[in-house]
């Protein structure tokens, strides 16, 4: 059972570095949208928020 538990932990640590790094990806998108002045909707940018919490 341990075993288990620590493989699962294991793929959790690993889905949140990767949700990490996307996310960092995302803001960093976003900033050159920003800079180039196409906003993106808000409510789009709201989901993708909550997909990543």
Do not use: D, H, W
């Amino acid at each position: 059972m341990k075993k288990i538990i620590n493989q699962n932990e294991a793929q959790l640590i690993n889905y949140f570095k990767t949700t990490r790094l996307r996310v960092g990806l995302l803001i960093i998108q976003c900033n050159s949208v920003k800079i180039r002045g196409e906003l993106l909707p808000k409510n789009q940018f709201k989901s993708m928020s909550l997909t990543v919490f």
